[in-house]
């Protein structure tokens, strides 16, 4: 009689153990074994994958100075590097022709009594000859200038002291104006220019007043046409 009991009761214990409840269980515990394996393994993962180095915010705000001023001297140089290398380019085949007419034009002067007008157009064509090895002289120094500057960031230290180096020099040519001095070469150059068809429109006077009057005709053209687009570039913010 008392082992009935005992056997409805492991019966039921069966019924409970192979019912819903033991089914939600077991789904518990296999989740929680998937979420465990997971993440361990996105451990084991983190530490696997290289570290990223730590920069404090000096360093970073230097190396974000760096890429900017990099930037920044590649197109400035570029730009003042190709102006210098094309005044250099007309000053030298300027002085060529100037000298060339200076040749031709001395025997006259070295005459006893050299014509006043020879004398002018020659004086003038020394003037013009002498403003374009100015400008070429200037130019060079730009030149070495600009190259004292590029050769800012490549010094030894570290990245602060080269990026203060950077700066100091950026301020250098600010203050001495060297954007000004640029803008310096070309006028030098047209005033040359200018000078020289003056010259040689005196000097065609002594030869034939046909052919003087033709050059100065030319040289009051290019003069009036370049004043005319000066005058547009100052009134007209769009003009080029």
């Known amino acids: ?34 979420r465990d394996n997971q993440e361990q393994m996105r451990r084991l993962v983190d530490d696997l994958a290289p570290k990223k180095p730590v920069v404090d915010k000096k360093t970073e705000f230097w190396n974000a100075y760096r890429a ?8 400035y140089q570029q730009k003042y590097g190709t102006d210098l290398d094309t005044t250099l380019i007309f000053a030298g085949l300027f002085s ?30 020394y003037i013009s000859l002498g403003a374009t090895l100015l400008a070429a002289l200037l130019a060079v120094l730009g030149k070495q200038w600009l190259m004292y500057y590029s050769s800012a960031g490549e010094s030894r230290g570290t990245i602060a002291e ?18 000004t001095i640029m803008r310096l070469f070309p006028l030098m150059l047209q ?10 429109s005196v000097y065609l006077w002594t030869v034939h007043h046909v052919l003087a009057i033709i050059a100065m005709m030319l040289t009051a053209t290019g003069f009036v046409s370049y004043s005319a687009f000066l005058v547009s570039a100052m009134a007209f913010t769009d003009s080029p």
């Open 96 to 125: 060529a022709v100037s000298s060339a007419f200076i040749i031709q034009i001395q025997p006259q002067v070295q005459d006893s009594n050299p014509p006043i007008l020879v004398l002018v157009a020659q004086s003038l064509l």
């Open 162 to 179: 080269r990026g203060l180096e950077r700066q100091r020099k950026l301020e250098g040519l600010r203050r001495w104006n060297f954007n």
């Open 1 to 34: 009689m008392d082992s009935l009991p005992s056997d409805q009761k492991l019966r039921s214990d069966f019924v409970d153990f192979s019912g819903k409840g033991f089914l939600e269980e077991l789904q518990n515990c296999l989740k929680t074994v998937v």
């Open 68 to 75: 900017v001023s990099d930037e920044y001297d590649k197109e």
């Open 191 to 200: 005033f040359a220019l200018l000078i020289f068809a003056v010259g040689i």
